[in-house]
């Protein structure tokens, strides 16, 4: 049985239906994308799993129904969700922000050494843990966005976006330690992008979204040699 | 130059109680992003309920006090978790009128629980004088500026050293990233309300000896938020200068112009205040990310 799955999702914001049905799966240690254009419902389908918008459908994660659960208890089931636009806590240090990411669990101690673990990932931010996360640059905020997701100890790591507005080296060096996470240490992670390049080179399945449906599914390498997908999102 | 100085220190202990009161409404502000109303009558109350545990139950100064501060606590929690709670998902407007009718729900029943003769609180520092270097000082005063500093700190240590401080900040600047990391947002809310309710608390009992209690000292309410606006009100430590700097500049144009031109002075500084910095003191201008 899949870590996740979705079957028939919908969601809409007030009148606006963004999720007509969406229906995939996530394997455990699988990583995924999540491709398509903008408002195709990528972040919805995100916010559906990790609660931030009323939902229709039915999710599963290791086995239990999502149903109407809150974003803090879907959080303790075990799913990191990064946001968009990183959702880091401006006013807080580098290190407060990391800590953080520790509240949803029981065993305190062990939340520093992990904090410290994670940090380990990024030298460029972990240098800096007393400095106030909000002025960190884009590149080193979305690291510590992904820190913090990895002090939860999550079974899921969901990212939206990523790359958003990040230099290209940032972009590369955040994707090293996303393949590291999942192909080393075996994390399952699903990952929207609308730089469907890099999110095919770092994944091994994908689904392509189309106005709130799944149109098109394949191994990435595989969807990377589609002629749809190239014309569409690879621009060649 | 001694005078000034002696007015200045009677003005900083009015500022304390103000200074504590104006914590209290930015914090709330802060973690939940409600304009609570009622803050004032929620110190009226926990004022009486800590005259009633001292003149009926015989608790001394100090245990009542900090008794007071437990009951008020709890009280604000509550107040959030059946009052506020399920009016969140409605409109800011809906949530402010809940605010405004807690005032006068809680006016209303201190009036009817506590009868209408005036109520006295002693004070718990000796009537006694301090003279540094010339200047005179009521220990009376100097209690009163102690304890709503220790109140201020207490906050600040918090929000700084602990676990669930940081949380709370973190709910103040994004309330769905710290859903996402598994901070439990409604109780983080009703915590708010509880700290929030028992600086108020702090606030009440402090001003009782220097007035009456009365069900209708909570208008002192309306002196918070004009130190949390002179402030920015959303900067903590703004509310709190916000609240010395009231106190003092009122107590000067009392002695020095007229007692009676007290509020005049002072709301015509909170206006000056908003043309001159219309973000308050050390507010941030309305920098609102979506």
């Known amino acids: ?33 999540l491709l398509g254009a903008n408002g195709a419902g990528k972040t919805t389908t995100l916010r559906a799993i990790s609660g931030t918008v009323r939902k229709g459908g039915e999710i599963t994660f290791a086995g239990r129904r999502l149903g109407r659960r809150s ?23 580098v290190w407060e922000n990391v800590l953080l990411g520790g509240s949803v669990r029981r065993d305190r101690r062990a939340i520093k050494r992990d904090a410290e673990q994670a940090l380990e990932h990024f030298p460029r931010i972990a240098s800096r843990r007393r400095q106030q996360a909000g002025t960190l640059s884009g590149g080193e905020q979305q690291m510590l966005a992904l820190a913090r997701a ?30 590291l996470l999942n192909q080393e240490e075996g994390l399952t992670v699903l990952v929207v992008e609308q730089n469907a390049r890099i999110a095919l080179a770092s994944t091994q399945h994908a689904y392509v979204l189309e106005v709130g449906r799944v149109a098109l599914q394949g191994e990435s390498e595989e969807l990377s040699r589609h002629e749809g997908v190239r014309a569409s999102y690879l621009g060649y | 130059m001694t005078e000034f100085l002696q007015f200045v220190v009677v003005g900083l202990a009015n500022g304390g109680v103000y200074a504590t009161l104006a914590l209290a409404l930015v914090l ?40 007071t501060l437990l009951i008020a606590f709890l009280g604000g929690a509550a107040v959030h978790e059946v009052v506020i709670r399920p009016l969140e998902r409605g409109s800011e407007l809906t949530v402010v009128m809940a605010t405004i009718a807690l005032l006068v729900i809680l006016n209303g029943l201190a009036g009817w629980i506590w009868a209408p003769e005036v109520k006295f609180l002693e004070n718990p520092f000796p009537l006694k004088v301090l003279h540094v270097g010339g200047v005179v000082m009521n220990v009376q005063d ?56 028992a600086l108020a608390a702090a606030a009440g009992i402090l001003l009782a000896p220097l007035i009456a209690i009365t069900p ?75």
């Open chain 1, 1 to 33: 049985m899949p870590l996740l799955m979705l079957e028939d999702v919908e969601a809409r914001y007030g009148p606006i239906k963004a999720l007509h049905g969406v229906s995939l799966s996530v394997e455990e240690g699988q990583a995924v994308s």
């Open chain 1, 71 to 93: 974003p803090e208890a879907i959080a303790r089931l075990g799913i990191a969700h990064v946001p968009e636009g990183r959702g880091i806590y401006g006013e807080l240090t």
């Open chain 1, 150 to 179: 990895l002090v939860s100890r999550p079974r899921l790591l969901m990212l939206d976006e990523p790359s958003l507005g990040l230099a290209p080296t940032a972009v590369q060096e955040l994707y090293r330690v996303v393949r």
């Open chain 2, 28 to 67: 709330i502000h802060r973690a939940t992003g409600i304009v609570n109303f009622a803050q004032g009558e929620m110190g009226m109350f926990a004022t009486f309920i800590a005259w009633s545990l001292i003149n009926h139950h015989g608790l001394p100064y100090w245990v009542a006090f900090f008794l």
């Open chain 2, 142 to 197: 100097l209690g009163v500026i102690g304890v709503s500093l220790v109140c201020v700190v207490l906050v600040f240590l918090f929000f700084r050293f602990t676990r669930l401080g940081w949380a709370m900040w973190a709910t103040a600047q994004n309330k769905e990233a710290a859903a996402l990391v598994g901070v439990n947002v409604p109780r983080i809310f009703s915590v708010a309300w509880g700290i929030s309710a």
């Open chain 2, 216 to 290: 209708d000292m909570g208008v002192i309410g309306i002196k918070g938020f004009i130190a949390a606006i002179m402030g920015g009100y959303s900067s903590l430590h703004g509310a709190v200068i916000g609240g010395f700097l009231l106190g003092v500049v009122e107590n000067l144009a009392g002695v020095y112009i007229s007692s009676g031109f007290k509020d005049v002075v002072t709301f015509g500084v909170l206006i000056a205040v908003l043309i001159l910095r219309p973000a308050g003191l050390f507010g941030t201008a309305g920098t609102h990310r979506v």
